[in-house]
């Protein structure tokens, strides 16, 4: 059973920085994308970081390119969100998400895929940026 475990979460000042964590069990094959969402009440899940993992490409929302990284280096069972210069506007929770399928829908391997491209979720982490 694939499993996903956030961490690293926590309350950090504007401009400050958080390195997100994401460990992931279970898997007997490869997952074609991992990717970190964030939610926050009332709204919808709302997808912020991709990598494909045959392409190593990775794709961001528009509200935190320049700022949110996904290091490149990473192990494949662990996936990370680099997160810098945070504005209180980054507060939600984050959670890791892999798909359920063996590839990306259609072929289509590129920008941000919706929440329902993904069937394995974690529990997801809070971060809470203060002004």
């Known amino acids: 059973q694939v499993q996903l475990v956030e961490s690293g979460g926590g309350s950090v000042r504007a401009g400050g920085s958080l390195r997100l964590s994401c460990s992931v069990s279970?898997?007997?094959?490869?997952?074609?994308?991992m990717a970190w969402f964030r939610q926050v009440p009332g709204k919808e899940r709302m997808g912020v970081a991709v990598?494909?993992?045959?392409?190593?490409?990775?794709y961001y929302h528009d509200s935190v390119k320049g700022r949110f990284t996904i290091p490149q280096d990473n192990a494949k069972s662990t996936l990370y969100l680099q997160m810098d210069n945070l504005m209180p506007r980054d507060t939600a929770t984050y959670y890791c998400?892999?798909?359920?399928?063996?590839?990306?829908?259609?072929?289509?391997?590129?920008?941000?895929?919706?929440?329902?491209?993904?069937?394995?979720w974690g529990h997801g982490t809070q971060v809470t940026v203060s002004s």
């Open positions: 279970g898997v007997t094959r490869s997952m074609y994308a």
């Open positions: 998400a892999a798909p359920q399928g063996p590839d990306c829908p259609g072929g289509y391997c590129m920008g941000l895929p919706p929440a329902s491209d993904f069937g394995y």
């Open positions: 990598i494909y993992r045959e392409s190593s490409s990775t």
